[in-house]
């Protein structure tokens, strides 16, 4: 099956840095790549997705980019905020045995803003 | 719109004990999902449903079953609840047409089975 591999485990930057979270996929399938924030006691919210149609895609300070080929895309943050610290999941479509397709998830990163 | 509400936000088992999570969502989704989210290792799915009267395994479903009688409504009952099912449960929607996947999570249920 897929598999999302997320790094790192924790990042820390100083306000007004670029922050940058990487994924790899196994699943040459897969077609849909969105990120996830979550704040504490809260559940994961969307922030940002991209299609394997699409090499960039930017909304404000955040940006996804996609690597088809080397299967690989990536979260970037500039001109990071405290209130950007949160844990940060990526994922990827995967087609299910009974035909369906879902997600599966990185293990998530960490992202500390100090101030 | 209040999206997806789940209940109880904490619960304390002890083991062998049975209880179900609450899940209800006003977005008219047909996709409903539930995920378990230990530390460090993301969200694992655990059972899924695509629509009324229609639910499916997930990666992770021992241990636990669903039920989907209504569009609004995915329960997810514990039986013989067991140390290892202590974890924070998140269900999710999404409206499937076109392919797409944008997934809307509740606010989570800690669990802790003692």
Request: aromatic content about 10%; overall charge neutral; proline content about 4%.
């Amino acid at each position: 099956g897929e598999n999302v591999e997320q790094h790192p485990s924790t990042l820390s930057v100083q306000e007004g840095d670029s922050a940058v979270i990487k994924c790899t996929y196994s699943d040459s399938a897969s077609n849909y790549f969105p990120w996830y924030k979550q704040e504490l006691g809260k559940g994961p919210q969307l922030i940002i997705d991209i299609r394997s149609n699409v090499g960039e895609k930017k909304d404000q300070r955040i940006a996804v980019t996609l690597n088809k080929t080397a299967k690989h895309f990536s979260l970037h943050i500039t001109e990071t905020q405290p209130e950007d610290s949160a844990v940060y999941f990526c994922a990827a479509s995967i087609r299910l045995n009974s035909g369906y397709s879902t997600l599966t998830f990185g293990k998530g990163t960490m992202l500390l803003v100090s101030p | 719109n209040a999206g997806v509400t789940q209940t109880p936000k904490f619960r304390i088992l002890k083991i062998g004990q049975s209880m179900t999570l609450q899940c209800t969502q006003d977005m008219n989704h047909n996709y409903m999902y539930w995920y378990r989210q230990d530390p460090g290792m993301g969200l694992k799915l655990i059972y899924y449903s695509v629509g009324a009267g229609i639910t499916d395994k997930g990666e992770v479903p021992n241990g636990y079953n669903v039920s989907r009688s209504t569009t609004e409504d995915f329960p997810l009952r514990l039986e013989l609840a067991a140390p290892s099912q202590t974890s924070v449960y998140f269900c999710a929607s999404s409206y499937r047409g076109a392919g797409a996947e944008k997934l809307f999570f509740g606010s989570g249920t800690q669990l802790s089975v003692l």
